[in-house]
């Protein structure tokens, strides 16, 4: 990447940097499409959710260790072992989310849990104003205030529906994956795939004294092998990689494909409809990420002004 001295505008990017740039937007934006499949895969598998759990943790560690083991050779060991609390509490987050992700699947529509756990970074933000003192600007707290409300309709749908149930373990997918954020703010060397795959390890053994491993049918297994190895797995290399190469801001906004996309799926292949309310919500949370997330890019991306 091309650097600048403090104080002075930014350089144009060269043709490296803007092939990086064109190379990261098309990994995290494939990670996205492959997470917003979620959904829909689980709604063609019969197996019970602590089983899903299980066979999913499974495959997707083993998809994410082997990739370690390739793109790290001899240092992937270390890496697990240099990670120390804060990949652990990492991976603990992860472990969280991905299970309350399948069950919830049970419980509401692929609509809700998406749109909750989208509201991840306004957590963080708040977070790490309380626990890390970090200033939020004031354009951050009014999209908090949207999408605070937005999920107010949403749910107020969902308790007439009778599925409040699912939409609380969304919320608890989006505090895990904000406490997570905050984490790695907090502790940068904490690697993002190793505590992925750590999280898929703990997960599965959580679930495995619950889940009913053996039986279980092929075809449900081919498709917890996509659930794990492919939804899980795959999109996780995908957004590791990419997100390395372009702003942290524009790989949020790529991300927002996944809450978009999702619901999409389900309602094509299976008719789930979210209902009204649901939908308005919805569109409020995805249009105060949006534009927040349009914001913090431009924040970032203003060239400073020469000193006087």
Known sequence: MTSTLPGTPSAMPSVA?????????????????CWSSGGSIARMIEADPWTT??????????????FILWRDRGRALALFRDM?????????????????????????????????QSVAPFLAAVLGRLLLDERVRPQGWIAILAALAGIVIMVSDSVQRGSFMGDLLAGIIALAFSSAIVIVRRHSE???????????????????????????????????????????????????TGARLIPAAEAGLLSV???????IWVWLFFAENPGERAILG???????????????????????????
């Open 84 to 116: 120390g609390w804060p990949g652990i509490a990492v991976a603990v987050c992860f472990a969280t989310a991905s299970t309350c992700f399948v069950y919830a699947l049970n419980l509401t529509t692929v609509a809700n849990i998406l749109i909750i």
């Open 53 to 66: 759990v299980f066979w999913r943790s499974v495959f997707g560690a083993a998809a994410l260790f082997a």
């Open 190 to 240: 904490v690697r993002m795939t190793p505590a992925a795959c750590l999280a898929a390890v703990l997960a599965g053994l959580v679930a495995l004294p619950l889940a009913t491993p053996l039986d279980v049918s092929a075809q449900d297994l081919g498709f917890l092998a996509l659930f794990g190895a492919g939804q899980l797995g795959i999109g996780m290399v995908l957004f590791t």
């Open 282 to 308: 919805g569109l409020i949370v995805l249009a105060a990420l949006i534009v927040h997330t349009l914001l913090d890019l431009w924040h970032q991306q203003r060239p400073v002004p020469p000193p006087a």
């Open 17 to 33: 940097d803007r092939g990086a740039r064109q190379r990261g937007v098309l990994l995290v934006a494939a990670a996205a499409i």
């Open 257 to 263: 494909l996944e809450t978009i996309l999702g619901p």
